[in-house]
């Protein structure tokens, strides 16, 4: 069974970097998409980027181009997502996700983690 379990947020000040892990024990995960999705309070969950299972192709959302960065290592069963140059509006709690087609909406997450969060100060 595929268990995400996230890990990297915290308080950080505007400009600052972060760097969040997504880790699944089983194999089953390198032949998935990973992404990840945020929420902020009153807010609806928003795809944030996205990865295919082989690491070949990334998409992202256009308010985040240029300053994310998702990846993946399958030999440790782990997705990334990089965040420089965070800023206020970034604040949410951050999901990791996966399905078998590439999950660049809610509807195509079979599995999500627990949620990790993230705040930026000015």
């Known amino acids: 069974q595929v268990q995400l379990v996230e890990s990297g947020g915290g308080l950080v000040q505007a400009g600052d970097s972060l760097r969040l892990s997504c880790a699944d024990s089983g194999r089953t995960f390198s032949s998935l998409s990973g992404g990840w999705f945020r929420q902020a309070p009153g807010k609806e969950r928003e795809f944030v980027a996205a990865?295919?299972?082989?690491?070949?192709?990334?998409v992202y959302v256009e308010s985040v181009k240029g300053r994310f960065t998702i990846s993946r290592d399958n030999a440790k069963n782990t997705v990334y997502l990089q965040m420089d140059r965070l800023q206020v509006e970034d604040t949410a709690v951050y999901y990791c996700?996966?399905?078998?087609?590439?999950?660049?909406?809610?509807?195509?997450?079979?599995?999500w983690g627990q949620g990790t969060q993230v705040t930026v100060s000015s």
């Open positions: 990865i295919t299972s082989s690491g070949a192709d990334t």
């Open positions: 996700a996966a399905g078998p087609a590439i999950v660049v909406s809610t509807a195509r997450v079979r599995y």
